[in-house]
């Protein structure tokens, strides 16, 4: 027999010998998990667990191990009361008498902590050992601490299941968090001091409260809930195989739906579809009537020459190819960009310390450099090409010498159309090329550079350097490049090995797809459909060239949405009445188009007979073209407005002028100078937009040249009589000599120097204008008429004399011939205050020099706004009825108001309407109308904008945004009408773009 081990001291051999603690719970105790169970596994464990006890007893005393085998009976006693809530366990303690203490108010774990059983506190432990307090009994136990106790033990101690069912019960009796937490934690005490046997002894005699059964419904409706909870939790095979076949039958479904709703045509198609079919009907009928034209054996193979319909081309499989995705060496070159980078840095930066040398080793690092970009531009981000290109150029710009710079140049040789043995070549062409086309348009380069690039071009590419491309000139360059390789690239046809000609083909794509998209991509490749049909041989039969010519058409979108269906009509019907084309080749290109599913509206009958001539394809073609589909989407250019380079360039150097104008006005005269080129401006953008840019360039020039339309010379002031009162004293010595003072106003005649008066001699002189006899009375208003109607200080003393002028036809016949207005009878009520106004208006006018030059710039500035509203309105006879500023505004949101928005606007018709309504009450004089009115036409030409141009949508809110800002910014009226006209120019320019000169002419 083993000898008992001696056992450390402190431990516990009971639980040791079940191999965790008696407060563990019964489910540890007994080996068993989270799962459920019933009697025969609760049974099994106990007997399994009591043989592995009972077989460690040659290690342990005996009464130990007879404990443990205790323990283990009360932990499946506890799961049995669990499992039978009607059962009950026997008591575990005998029923001796046991001294019981004072009950307890409430659960023991709530009192404060560290006060005992006894009351005594518990607080630093002493240094000598002294007898330890009671500890708790389970006499003090409330009952809320045993139905604690009974969850905690029939739930496998504390866990996420029992912790909810705690805290239940807690807010039940009204403990809070804290109290709870002293509860479990002096419980856990206890069952620590008496063990799971104790504690499931007593536990298992408290009553557990039963909740009420549930009703029928209720006990079935917890069914399915637990039937459905254990389904999706997937606890078994059968559960997860039936739930992976539900979510598969909901992918599918909604799949189905999507497919559909993607696939289904539009009311276009359908409308082309039906076509086709009344087509395909009205055919048979005409087949089934002429049935005795049998169809000759030999048509079988060849075309049929029915009348109607031609027999298309067949092949043994689609004509497709594909070559090699991305080279293997190109990928490997791409990782070397980074050093082939610095290397350029260091290149430009020698050069730029001696630029006169070329040594053998930097013009072997130059040619490394261009060579490893050359094979792998297409595979880099648009970012890295473009910093693998400003790196090459910087190095060119160093390039002073001549020698140098033709020894650079030399680097990238373009022939476009020499023969190609290698598939990587194509783009090492392009790639030269649109070097070249860089290099040429670049001005920061030495001519010594850009010279002989442009001689190159003109030799090789001719055409123009593509500034207004997108991509710039290396886009325009490498694309023209591209196109003329097509010829090379179809001549290598039957003349090497299909693969290489794949490849090449492959690459040819890659280049195409990184500097073009859309309408330019669309236009180049019609143009190697063009190539392939003049060049190409044997396409009727199954071969690289049929293969070449089924990739380009799919390539090609010939649908009535795609980027320019507008191009891909006119370049078909191009093909079909070139006689330089071979009647085969189009037969075929037909044939494809209709069996091959490329062009879904194209019909049988469209096909053209080999056999016959140009009378037939000019029939197919006219066929085709009257039902080939209306362009559905945007046409390449959307509806951007195409305006010639030179004079848009003249546009945008007219808005730095007039905004210079404004910011450097200062007085009135100025700003209104400001206003008018301003409002010239606006007026220029709404002749573009009208397509009338001949009357654009004429108003420009004007805007541009030294002199101006307007007179801006005010009237001088005329020179005062001097000295001052000399007339006067001379006046009073005549006395009433009425001869001696007709000859003084004679003398003021005949003074052709003096214009005006002093004060001294006016305040006299007007005296005998108002009041003196009728003959001196007309002497004198005869002088002021003819030599001082241009004087201030003689109109400023008729204005404020005239209460003194008598009532009389005379008097308002000198006030009218005076002043140049117009007055009313004498006899009329008003005639007091217009007298009065009118010579006030004429004095005001000779005190201010200016206020004529302002009345005659306020004229123009105004014909140049109705103007505006004419061109908007597109009727030149149109009548102004109403402000210049405010008709122009009806005109923009009559346009607005007949276009139609795919999305919500940045700012509504009925928005506008309702700002501008408000504005209008908040006008006090006609400036202010004005620039109430340019803010409306404003935003309605925004909306204009919005509608023809939806990309432009976020410039139209900006300009919006920016407009109003400055607006608040200006310092006067005159300058908020001058931004708003500058806006409203920069609104129209939204929608312009230089025009390209290139071949595929398209504005990027």
Known sequence: MTPIQPRRPGSDPVAELLGASRAAGPRSLLGLGSGSIDADVLEAALRTRKRAVRGQADRFPAKAVDEACRALDFAAAALREVGESDATLPPVRSQAFVATAPKPDGPIATRPKGVEAGGTSSGNRPRTPVKPTARISENQLTPFDRLVLSVLVAGGGWNSRTRTIVAGLAAQVGLDAEKLGRVVEGLAGFMRDHGSAGTIGETALVATPRPPAPGRVEAAMVRVSDGITREFRGESAGSRIRLAFIFGGLAAFFGAILVIALTAPSPGVRDIEQRRLAAEEAIAEREAADAAAAIDPEHRVTPSVREGVVRPARFDRPPMFRGEGRPDAAVFQLERVPVMLEEASQLARQLELDPTTLSARRASAWDDVVATVAGTWPLMTPDDRGRYLTAILKVLEQAGDATVADRLSRSFAVDPEAGIDDPIEVWSRAFHAGLLGSAASNPSLPETVRDPARARLDAILAGSTGRNVRGGPFAALAGRALDRMTVPLVAMINAVDDAVVRDAWERWFDAMEAIRNDARRQAGLLLAVETALLRSTGLADQGMSSDLL???????????????????????????????????????????????????????????????????????????????????????????????????????????????????????????????????????????????????????????????????????????????????????????????????????????????????????????????????????????????????????????????????????????????????????????????????????????????????????????????????????????NGLPAAVTADAARAVANGLFLAASPTVRIEEIDRRRTARRGLVRNGIQGLVAEHVAELEFLGFVVEAEVPSKRAEVSGLLTSAALARSDAPSVLEQAALEAVAIAAMDRLRFIARDLDPLGDSG
Do not use: C
């Not at 009535?560 to 080749?585: F, Q, T």
């Not at 019909?603 to 000019?618: L, S, Y």
């Not at 407005?641 to 005269?669: H, N, Q, W």
């Open 550 to 880: 089924g990739r380009l058409l799919l390539e090609i979108d010939w649908t009535a949405a795609g980027p320019d269906p507008e191009g891909v009509r006119d370049a078909y019907g191009k093909w079909m009445l070139d006689p330089s084309i071979p009647v085969g080749n189009l037969w075929v290109l037909a044939s494809l188009l209709e069996g091959a599913g490329r062009a879904g509206w194209f019909r049988p009958e469209f096909v053209p007979d080999p056999e016959r001539g140009m009378p037939d394809r000019r029939r197919v073609q006219m066929l085709a073209d009257d039902v080939w589909p209306d362009a559905t989407g945007s046409s390449p250019r959307g509806n951007l407005l195409l305006i010639e380079p030179g004079l848009l360039a003249s546009y945008d150097l007219a808005f730095v002028e007039v905004e210079s104008m404004i910011e450097r006005a200062t007085s009135p005269v100025e700003r209104l100078l400001a206003l008018l080129a301003a409002e010239r401006l606006a007026t220029t953008g709404a002749l573009l937009a009208a397509e009338r840019p001949a009357e654009a360039r004429a108003l420009l020039q004007r805007m541009g040249s030294e002199t101006s339309d307007v007179d801006l010379d005010s009237i001088p002031r005329p020179r005062a009589m001097e000295p001052d009162g000399e007339w006067a004293d001379a006046w009073r010595k005549a006395g009433s000599d009425q001869q001696a003072r007709r000859d003084l106003i004679a003398a003021l005649r005949r003074n052709v120097v003096a214009g005006d008066l002093g004060p001294r001699d006016a305040a006299v002189f007007v005296e005998a204008v108002w009041r003196g006899p009728l003959a001196i009375r007309e002497a004198a208003q005869a002088a002021a008429i003819e030599r001082f109607n241009r004087g201030p200080v003689v109109a400023v003393e008729l204005l404020d004399t005239s209460d003194r002028a008598s009532r009389n036809e005379a008097t308002l016949g000198f006030i009218e011939a005076y002043t140049g207005v117009s007055l009313p009878g004498r006899g009329m009520a008003e005639a007091e205050s217009r007298i009065r106004s009118a010579l006030a208006t004429h004095a005001i006018a000779l005190l201010d020099p200016d206020r004529e030059l302002i009345d005659r710039l306020t004229d123009v500035v105004l014909q140049s706004i109705a103007e505006r509203g004419r061109i908007r309105s597109g009727d030149a006879d149109a009548p102004a």
